[in-house]
Nanobody, 115 residues
Framework: QVQLVDTGGGLVQAGGSLRLSCAAS????????MGWYRQAPGKQRELVAA???????NYADSVKGRFTISRDNAKNTVYLQMNSLKPEDTAVYYC?????????WGQGTQVTVSS
């Protein structure tokens, strides 16, 4: 099992930046993958970005070139740097971890981008 605490959300103007953090309760190199999902009101939760154990990353087309996922293995923390934010990025962002067939979630952090 793993516990995830995601932080860093807030209110920002369009074009601004935020960095989300996800602190894990265990060595993140023991996890198959970690990532960030988001869910806007009335919409399904969607993948934003993910990093697998080997270091490969994957991004949603809508955030490519603007968002960067990274990790600090020593701190067992994964980050999501979000630049050039748009109003359509407004959502609750959830940290995600996978251990084989098991999926774990953080509590979510609200990101609101004003126009």
């Amino acid at each position: 099992q793993v516990q995830l605490v995601d932080t860093g959300g807030g209110l920002v103007q369009a074009g601004g930046s935020l960095r989300l953090s996800c602190a894990a309760s265990r060595n993140i190199l023991s996890l198959n993958a970690m990532g960030w999902y988001r869910q806007a009101p009335g919409k399904q939760r969607e993948l934003v970005a993910a990093v697998i154990t080997g270091g490969n990353t994957n991004y949603a087309d809508s955030v490519k070139g603007r968002f960067t996922i990274s990790r600090d293995n020593a701190k067992n923390t994964v980050y999501l740097q979000m630049n050039s934010l748009k109003p359509e990025d407004t959502a609750v962002y959830y940290c995600n971890a996978q251990i084989f067939l098991n999926v774990y979630w953080g509590q979510g952090t609200q990101v609101t981008v004003s126009s």
